[in-house]
C-alpha cells in the first residue's frame, strides 16, 4: 500500500470514527443543533472520501460497485496492513 492511499484511508477513518461519535452523541443529545451540523458535515466529508478512495483503489464494503475486473480482494485485508 502506498503512502497516498494509506493517508486517504487514515483520513476516512478518521472522518468515520468523527461522524460515529458525534452519533452515538446525538442519540442522548437529540436537540444539540452544533453536533448534528457537525455530524452531517462529517458524513458528508466521509462520504466523499470513500468515493474518492474507492474511485482510486477499489471497494472498501461488500456493497460497493466494483470495476472489471473485480477488485473486492486486490489490496491487503485490513490486518495485512502496516499503519505506521
Known amino acids: 500500500m502506498d503512502r497516498e492511499q494509506l493517508a486517504l484511508l487514515k483520513e476516512l477513518m478518521a472522518l468515520e470514527f468523527t461522524a460515529l461519535e458525534l452519533h452515538l452523541y446525538l442519540d442522548t443529545h437529540?436537540?444539540?443543533?452544533?453536533?448534528?451540523m457537525?455530524?452531517?458535515?462529517?458524513c458528508q466529508a466521509a462520504q466523499a472520501a470513500r468515493e474518492?478512495?474507492?474511485s482510486c483503489y477499489?471497494?472498501?464494503?461488500f456493497c460497493a460497485q466494483s470495476g472489471f475486473?473485480?477488485?473486492?480482494?486486490?489490496?491487503?485485508?485490513?490486518w495485512e496492513i502496516c499503519y505506521e
Open 30 to 36: 437529540p436537540n444539540d443543533q452544533r453536533a448534528l
Open 38 to 42: 457537525e455530524n452531517n458535515s462529517a
Open 52 to 54: 474518492r478512495y474507492e
Open 58 to 61: 477499489g471497494p472498501l464494503t
Open 69 to 78: 475486473p473485480w477488485q473486492w480482494i486486490s489490496d491487503p485485508w485490513p
